[in-house]
């Protein structure tokens, strides 16, 4: 099994910064991508950030300029630093992480709880 979990969302003023972490653990092989999504209320999950295994990273164009994500020496870490947040941003941010369990599998998407971003104006 798999755990992926995330932290460091909390409240902030807009224009303010805050940095979410995510660890994946358990039975990892390895892991491919791993990233970012967003749910706010009443609209469907979408992603904020990519980042792969080499360190290559996709944004989402709203977050270009504001968002920063990398992965951890470890491979099996993922950040995203956000500054100059807007209210907008407010939503549950989820991590998500590409693993391969074994030698012999393929990669499987796993999904962390989700961690509360605020922003107010």
């Known amino acids: 099994q798999v755990q992926v979990v995330e932290s460091g969302g909390g409240l902030v003023q807009a224009g303010g910064s805050l940095r979410l972490s995510c660890v994946a653990s358990g039975s990892i092989f390895s892991i491919n991508a791993m990233g970012w999504y967003r749910q706010a209320p009443g609209k469907q999950r979408e992603l904020v950030t990519a980042v792969t295994s080499g360190g290559s990273t996709n944004y989402a164009d709203s977050m270009k300029g504001r968002f920063t994500a990398s992965r951890g020496n470890t491979k099996n870490t993922v950040y995203q630093q956000m500054n100059s947040l807007k209210p907008e941003d407010t939503a549950v941010y989820y991590c998500?992480?590409?693993?391969?369990?074994?030698?012999?599998?393929?990669?499987?998407?796993?999904w962390g709880q989700g961690t509360q971003v605020t922003v107010s104006s």
């Open positions: 998500n992480a590409d693993v391969k369990s074994s030698y012999w599998s393929t990669h499987y998407r796993y």
